[in-house]
C-alpha cells in the first residue's frame, strides 16, 4: 500500500478525488481508514481504494493524517508505526509535535485546500531532513503538486498560509453569497444570482493572475463617476478591507493556539 489516508472527510476525500483523477497513485495502493464506515466503503466502491482497519497501517509506505487536530492526541497511540512516513494537514500541529507523538522524525507538515478536488489547491509543504533523506518531501510534492500547486514554505508561516489560503475557500464563499444578496435585493433570482457570483469569482481570478496587482483590475472595471466607483465606496465604508485582513489575522491565531493545545 503507497498511501494510507487516516480521516477521509472533507479535504481528506477531496484529496483522494484529486489524486485518483489524475493517477498519481493506482486507487488500488490507497488504504482509506475514517470513523465513518459506510461512508468510507462508499468512497471506496467509487473510487477503488480500499478499506483498512488499524491493524493494516503497518503495510502502508506512507500516512496522511487528514484528522482534526483535537483527536491527534488520542489517536496518535495506535497510529504510530516503525518504518512509515507520515504527511500532516492538520491546522496548527507542529513538526515538534508530530515529531513527539508518533515516534519519527519522518513527518512532513502540509497545507493545502479543498480546491485539491479540482487539481487547483495551493498546498505549503515543509519537513525535517529524515523526511527529506526518505524521500517522504519528495513524495509530497509529487503528491500536492498532482492536485495543484505546491510551494516550500518555512514553518514559521504555516500558521499564516493556513489563515489566507486554507481558509481562503470560505472567505470566496461569503464573498459570493453576499454578492448574491445584494443581486437578490435588487430583483435578480437566486438562481442566477447565485450563478453569477460563482462564476465572475472564477473569471475575476483568472484576470488578476494576468495583472501584477489587483488594483490594477479594479481601475480598470472602475469608470469615473460611473456605478463601480459608487460600489467600491460602499465596500470602504462598510470596511470590507479591514474585515478581510482581521479573518486572516484571526484565522492565524487560531493557528497558533491550536497548535499550542498540542503541546
Ligand atoms: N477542510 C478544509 O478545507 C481543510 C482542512 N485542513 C485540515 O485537515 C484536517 C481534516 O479537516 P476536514 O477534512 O475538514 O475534517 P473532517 O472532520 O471533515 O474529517 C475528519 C474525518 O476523520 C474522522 N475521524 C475522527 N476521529 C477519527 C478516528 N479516531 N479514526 C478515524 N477517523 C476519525 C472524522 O469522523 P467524524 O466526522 O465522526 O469526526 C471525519 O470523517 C484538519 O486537521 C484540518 O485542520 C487543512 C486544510 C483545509
Ligand atoms: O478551519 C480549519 O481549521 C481548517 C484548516 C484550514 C481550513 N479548514
Redesign the pocket.
Known amino acids: 500500500m503507497k498511501l494510507a489516508i ?9 484529496l483522494l478525488e484529486g489524486v485518483t483523477a489524475r493517477g498519481v497513485i493506482p486507487a488500488g495502493e490507497i488504504g482509506l ?4 464506515s459506510a ?2 466503503e462508499e468512497i471506496a466502491a467509487r473510487t477503488g481504494a480500499r478499506v483498512i482497519g ?1 491493524s493494516q497501517l503497518a503495510g502502508a509506505q506512507r500516512v496522511l ?5 483535537r ?2 492526541p ?2 496518535s497511540e495506535w497510529l504510530a508505526q516503525e518504518n512509515v512516513g507520515y504527511i ?6 507542529s513538526i515538534s509535535t508530530l515529531v513527539r507523538r508518533l515516534g519519527t522524525q519522518r513527518v512532513v507538515r ?5 480546491a485539491a478536488t479540482i487539481g487547483r489547491s495551493q498546498t505549503a509543504i515543509t519537513g525535517p531532513k529524515e523526511a527529506q533523506d526518505a524521500g517522504d518531501l519528495a513524495f509530497a510534492h509529487t503528491l500536492f503538486g498532482a492536485v495543484g500547486d505546491a510551494y516550500d514554505l518555512p514553518e514559521h508561516l504555516f500558521n499564516a498560509f ?1 489563515g489566507m489560503s ?2 481562503g ?2 472567505y470566496a464563499a461569503v464573498v459570493a453569497e453576499a454578492l448574491a444578496d445584494g443581486g437578490v435585493r435588487m430583483g435578480l433570482p437566486r438562481a442566477l444570482a447565485n450563478e453569477l457570483a460563482a462564476k465572475l469569482l472564477v473569471a475575476s481570478g483568472e484576470l488578476l493572475q494576468r495583472r501584477a496587482h489587483p488594483a490594477m483590475l479594479k481601475d480598470e472595471v472602475a469608470s469615473p463617476g460611473g456605478t463601480t466607483i459608487a460600489g467600491l465606496a460602499a465596500l470602504e465604508n462598510a470596511g470590507v478591507r479591514g474585515g478581510l485582513i482581521q479573518a486572516v489575522i484571526e484565522a492565524t491565531r487560531r493557528g497558533t493556539e ?1 497548535g499550542r493545545d498540542q503541546e
Open positions: 487516516v480521516g477521509v472527510g472533507k479535504l481528506g476525500l477531496a481508514l475514517d470513523a465513518h461512508r468510507v488499524r493524517v487528514s484528522l482534526q487536530p483527536v491527534f488520542e489517536v500532516s494537514t492538520m491546522a496548527g500541529v502540509v497545507m493545502p485546500n479543498l493556513t486554507a481558509s475557500p470560505a491550536l
